[in-house]
């Protein structure tokens, strides 16, 4: 039967996350992946929440195999806000909701806010998941170029200026996916000030802050946030383990109050066993300490790759010097096709996220893209590089 | 700040599931509950379930703590094959997707087949949360009443002759949520012609089949289905845990393209320890015993709660006779509300769910109530029923 007819409109022309489709190959071959989105694997403290698990569900098994309430497991909603408290973040109107993964916390936004045709300003470049899942309320998407100090402020203000129907601007503050550029203070400042200009609300995205292994935190937006204008999302996927599936959102009650009815019809609740595990991991492990060692990991590859890249690279190709997080992005000369790069450098075994894959249009072609350099040994990262600079040196 | 004018169209009016904010409140107090919507809690293998965790991120932590593939954990899409195919369910065009509970397999069709004003046939009375989720995409509701045999076809007929647009008629097919009532065999061939005589399709949900305590199995709709005209959902929070949060969807491969890219936006994946928990007890322990032994406490469970009805409900209330599952309806003289004897109820310490939150328009008065019988005490079942008994003799 013909099945084109019974699919949303919203859906039909979404594509599957090239990212994710990477991922799938890269699970069939040997091949060097920088194309991964997670810290170090071997520094997720695995053991640790074996005997965790063994242990709720010896002492507690009914609770946590039972269904929970949608908003989460209350001894965790309060350890997020004890966090996020340290941050200045979470006032009086606001509330946190856990859910399964920073994904779902951006995606339920998505879903309580945006009519088909609304807009949403986004970094250029930006999340494939964040992109993929506006995309998939037929939102519109409007690009803000991400410079050395975070999102254009200018691009941002020319769009609220002639667009409408913008409901929020989506930005990941620190160590950007796909960047690992870091949004400056004082334009962080200078963003929500714009929002409140053009009453449009910010969705921040931070799920790599924690991972810094360089300089100063800088506070986020939403430390500023005096309204509710600001919708905050954090995660243990960097932290903890991303299978676990693990995040969450704090934002203003009124948009809770929607945001809770909508995770009602999509999942119920997150897994209790998980959010379970992640609180008793912090409440009986030195976390903080935990995070401190994988963001010096993060810092000790960073710095391995980046010397790759002086060592084997063309001098034309310039790279970001993050200070924290896992992605370093790549910039070749105008003109030049890094997706078709990216189908040869497979050939050779190496894999990166093309840079088209992380913009607005996807088929727009891209001279950047993406390496990751956290889930590769020292010795693998100098082998790849080699291979990719040589790859390279024959586009320049 | 004014929120209003930005949340979307499609979630303004969504309700809370009043289901759900009848367990909230009953966290907070010595209820007796028959509002509950799982099997007999102490039933779950928690203490196996804790070894298992503790086992597979001993042995094999790295694996079940990074991102996993959409799709699912092949070892669980092969299990699940495996049992789908015991019962004729899945052909050569099928897929099988893991998903967060079945809760999420349904608001996954939902999301990718519904545009906003598409219909869908709901049975009268119905699942809340399959009746919000269709909601959340803006979707028309057209009920057929649910008979002792199940969905009434000569009403679904009549909608599908005079209502465009009709994406997908929504049937839980065996001891149904809220009438614990089973579609019978004839029903359901006739049904599956119907869907091809109007060119819709069929979404199959069987979370409490398993739970079968008296008579035969009846086939599934999709065991019939020769052209992917039927979406089937499973799950095993019914069966081995509602926490966990695992549940699937095998329906034609050209819907499941469309359905995977939604889930990518959605929560990336199903969180991959509790994918390979399931997977893990499924192959270790014996699954089928195990839900054998659920499925005959749900018989004396229910049998406990129809003597109670009998002693101490007034005879003007009449109740369904399930073969399984884990819920009996109750109808009450046309013209009771039971919303208000709801309230009453709660008073008086005993919880159930009001008729009208099982209908497409819950604003309707309904002289019917949902009754769950296995997650209480026999003795609370009689004591819980005298007490209800007597609130309901106020009212007839």
Same mark, same amino acid.
């Given at each position: 039967?013909?099945?084109?007819?019974?699919?949303?409109?919203?859906?039909?022309?979404?594509?599957?996350?090239?990212?994710?489709?990477?991922?799938?190959?890269?699970?069939?071959?040997?091949?060097?992946?920088?194309?991964?989105?997670?810290?170090?694997?071997?520094?997720?403290?695995?053991?640790?929440?074996?005997?965790?698990?063994?242990?709720?569900?010896?002492?507690?098994?009914?609770?946590?195999? =039972?269904?929970?309430?949608? /908003?989460?497991?209350?001894? $965790?909603? !309060? #350890?997020?806000? %004890?966090? &996020?408290?340290?941050?200045?973040?979470?006032?009086?109107?606001?509330?946190?909701?856990?859910?399964?993964?920073?994904?779902?916390?951006?995606?339920?936004?998505?879903?309580?806010?945006?009519?088909?045709?609304?807009?949403?300003?986004?970094?250029?470049?930006?999340?494939?998941?964040?992109?993929?899942?506006?995309?998939?309320?037929?939102?519109?998407?409007?690009?803000?170029?991400?410079?050395?100090?975070?999102?254009?402020?200018?691009?941002?203000?020319?769009?609220?200026?002639?667009?409408?129907?913008?409901?929020?601007?989506?930005?990941?503050?620190?160590?950007?996916?796909?960047?690992? =550029?870091?949004?400056?203070? /004082?334009?962080?400042?200078? $963003?929500? !000030? #714009?929002?409140? %200009?053009? &009453?449009?609300?910010?969705?921040?995205?931070?799920?790599?802050?924690?991972?810094?292994?360089?300089?100063?935190?800088?506070?986020?937006?939403?430390?500023?946030?005096?309204?509710?204008?600001?919708?905050?999302?954090?995660?243990?996927?960097?932290?903890?383990?991303?299978?676990?599936?693990?995040?969450?959102?704090?934002?203003?009650?009124?948009?809770?109050?929607?945001?809770?009815?909508?995770?009602?019809?999509?999942?119920?609740?997150?897994?209790?066993?998980?959010?379970?595990?992640?609180?008793?991991?912090?409440?009986?492990?030195?976390?903080?300490?935990?995070?401190?060692?994988?963001?010096?990991?993060?810092?000790?590859?960073?710095?391995?790759? $980046?010397?790759?890249?002086?060592?084997?690279?063309?001098?034309?190709?310039?790279?970001?010097?993050?200070?924290?997080?896992?992605?370093?992005?790549?910039?070749?000369?105008?003109?030049?096709?890094?997706?078709?790069?990216?189908?040869?450098?497979?050939?050779?075994?190496?894999?990166?996220?093309?840079?088209?894959?992380?913009?607005?249009?996807?088929?727009?072609?891209?001279?950047?893209?993406?390496?990751?350099?956290?889930?590769?040994?020292?010795?693998?990262?100098?082998?790849?590089?080699?291979?990719?600079?040589?790859?390279?040196?024959?586009?320049?």
């Amino acid at each position: 039967m013909e099945y084109s007819n019974l699919l949303s409109e919203r859906v039909k022309s979404l594509k599957a996350s090239a990212i994710r489709e990477i991922f799938k190959m890269l699970g069939k071959s040997n091949i060097i992946s920088f194309a991964g989105g997670i810290p170090s694997p071997e520094l997720f403290p695995a053991k640790e929440l074996g005997k965790i698990a063994d242990g709720i569900l010896e002492k507690n098994g009914a609770k946590a195999l =039972i269904y929970g309430i949608t /908003e989460g497991y209350a001894p $965790l909603i !309060e #350890i997020v806000e %004890k966090r &996020n408290a340290q941050k200045n973040v979470g006032k009086d109107f606001d509330q946190t909701i856990i859910t399964t993964g920073a994904q779902q916390a951006i995606d339920l936004v998505g879903k309580a806010l945006l009519n088909e045709g609304d807009g949403v300003i986004v970094e250029a470049p930006s999340f494939i998941g964040a992109l993929n899942s506006f995309r998939s309320y037929n939102a519109r998407l409007f690009e803000a170029e991400v410079k050395e100090d975070g999102i254009d402020l200018e691009q941002v203000e020319n769009i609220l200026k002639t667009e409408k129907n913008i409901k929020f601007i989506y930005t990941i503050t620190t160590f950007q996916n796909p960047t690992g =550029i870091t949004l400056s203070l /004082e334009k962080r400042k200078k $963003l929500l !000030e #714009i929002a409140k %200009k053009y &009453n449009c609300l910010i969705l921040e995205d931070n799920p790599y802050g924690e991972l810094r292994f360089r300089g100063e935190d800088v506070a986020a937006i939403k430390s500023f946030d005096d309204e509710g204008r600001v919708m905050y999302v954090g995660s243990f996927s960097k932290t903890l383990s991303p299978g676990m599936r693990v995040g969450f959102l704090t934002c203003h009650k009124d948009i809770m109050d929607r945001v809770v009815v909508v995770k009602q019809v999509n999942d119920v609740h997150t897994p209790l066993l998980n959010q379970m595990m992640v609180t008793d991991y912090i409440n009986n492990y030195d976390f903080d300490e935990h995070i401190k060692i994988s963001a010096q990991k993060c810092g000790e590859k960073c710095a391995a790759m $980046l010397d790759g890249a002086k060592k084997y690279f063309p001098d034309s190709v310039s790279l970001t010097n993050p200070d924290g997080g896992i992605f370093l992005w790549c910039t070749m000369p105008e003109g030049i096709d890094t997706g078709k790069i990216f189908e040869k450098a497979v050939e050779k075994g190496i894999a990166f996220v093309p840079g088209r894959t992380c913009m607005a249009d996807i088929d727009k072609v891209s001279n950047c893209f993406r390496l990751n350099y956290t889930t590769v040994s020292n010795e693998k990262i100098d082998e790849g590089m080699k291979i990719l600079g040589e790859i390279l040196k024959e586009y320049v």
